[in-house]
């Protein structure tokens, strides 16, 4: 837990999930109440790729990998973290650094240390991950899972250009034009929302007693949304996910996602209240 006046962000390093983000008293993310976090991937880091791997393997450089545990549509989900424990690096009041160093799994053998670095500042709340490859180029890709507090009544708006079509195995299968992204709680569109959407930095998400902002400031330029049919909190939630590339990479654009030898990559988004 780190801590700035009136602002409280829990960070769990079981998958690096951030669980509660309160901040100047605003409430953005709420307590998780339901059975098992990991039914909705609650607040979790999503990496060596987010989103789902078809078939749960992958080729590389003429390398096949292949991972034993999936889903029911035989896809692996949300890569590797999810029941990792992150190391502690840093902890500060207002700030929190993990780390996890990619390498033993033999479906990823590749040497990436990753670091997270969350932060409380005057703004918000920032969130910084630093992926360094410390052997072989490698792939690899991350996503962020965070559930926001919409209440009752809200306004979902982005001024994104496209989202996703998806196969029955929810894989993607193309994309649709669209003219931003703009629902609120008496939308249809909300029953069937888990799309990934391109062509904006910025989702907002307005509710009656403010506005609540993530921003994707580098390396991110997905974001998915979803919401939950159940009931995962004590108000209403949406998964609003930060990604630095889309579903199924490893297995449709695995060259675009290399991390070289001996080379770093940034990912980062803040969370604030307009």
């Known amino acids: 837990m780190t801590e700035n006046g009136t602002s409280i962000a829990v960070i769990s390093p079981r998958g690096g999930a951030i669980c509660k983000l309160l901040f100047n008293d605003f409430e953005l993310v709420p307590d998780f109440l339901a059975a098992d976090p990991l039914d909705y991937v609650y607040g979790h880091t999503l990496a060596p790729w987010p989103n789902r791997l078809e078939d749960a393997s992958y080729e590389f450089r003429g390398t096949s990998y292949q991972f034993e545990d999936h889903d029911a549509q035989h896809n692996k989900n949300h890569g590797l973290l999810l029941t990792e424990d992150f190391e502690i690096r840093e902890h500060l009041k207002d700030r929190l ?43 690899f890709a991350i996503g962020f899972h965070p559930y926001f507090l919409t209440r009752d009544h809200f306004r979902l708006q982005a001024k ?24 609120d709680q008496d939308s249809k569109e909300l029953a069937d929302l888990d799309h990934l959407f391109e062509g904006a930095n910025r989702v907002s998400i307005a509710r009656e007693d403010g506005v609540l902002v993530i921003e994707a400031t580098e390396n991110l330029p997905f974001f998915m949304a979803y919401r939950p049919k159940d009931q995962v909190a004590s108000e209403p939630v949406l998964a609003i996910e ?26 980062s988004f803040q969370i604030r209240r307009l």
């Open 97 to 139: 650094t993990l780390g996890y160093r990619f390498g033993e799994h033999p479906g990823y053998p590749f040497e990436i240390d990753l670091e997270i670095q969350y932060a409380l500042t005057d703004k918000g709340f920032e969130v910084a991950a630093t992926a360094k490859n410390l052997g072989n180029d490698a792939p």
């Open 160 to 183: 994104f250009s496209s989202k996703s079509i998806q196969n029955e195995r929810m894989l993607p299968v193309g994309t649709e034009v669209i003219a931003g992204l703009d629902l």
């Open 242 to 267: 930060p990604q630095s590339a889309k579903a199924n990479v490893f297995s449709t654009d695995i060259e675009s996602v290399v991390i070289p030898s001996g080379e770093q990559k940034t990912y």
